[in-house]
Nanobody
Framework: QVQLAESGGGFVQPGGSLRLSCAAS????????IGWFHQAPEKEREFVSA????????FYSRSVRGRFIISRDRAKNTVYLDLNSLKPEDTAVYYC????????????????????WGQGTQVTVSS
């Protein structure tokens, strides 16, 4: 089974950028998708972005589309999430997760669609 580890979180001022990494280990990711979710204090974990392995299609929530970019490096078995034009409301713990098979868009954007999760990395946007 694949294991996931996030890194790259930190403290940044509004308008700044960060790059988050999701490194997969245990086995090479070859199917399914990797998704990113975030969870602010006392709020539900919400979908942010996903990349599907079969066709490289990318998906974004409305709140981050145009600001965040998801990408992957097959050789490194790693998915990246570039966070740009950050806002205070982006402050949250960011998690990456894996789902197998041939996930539909509804599966990709749902927390329940994923079965392996990383530990999360904190992103704080504040002046």
């Amino acid at each position: 089974q694949v294991q996931l580890a996030e890194s790259g979180g930190g403290f940044v001022q509004p308008g700044g950028s960060l790059r988050l990494s999701c490194a997969a280990s245990g086995r090479t990711v070859s199917t399914g998708a990797i998704g990113w979710f975030h969870q602010a204090p006392e709020k539900e974990r919400e979908f942010v972005s996903a990349i599907r392995w079969s066709d490289s299609n990318t998906f974004y929530s409305r709140s981050v589309r145009g600001r965040f970019i998801i990408s992957r490096d097959r050789a490194k078995n790693t998915v990246y999430l570039d966070l740009n034009s950050l806002k205070p409301e982006d402050t949250a713990v960011y998690y990456c997760a894996h789902t197998g098979g041939r996930p539909s868009m509804s599966t990709l954007t749902s927390r329940q669609g994923y079965d392996v999760w990383g530990q999360g990395t904190q992103v704080t946007v504040s002046s």
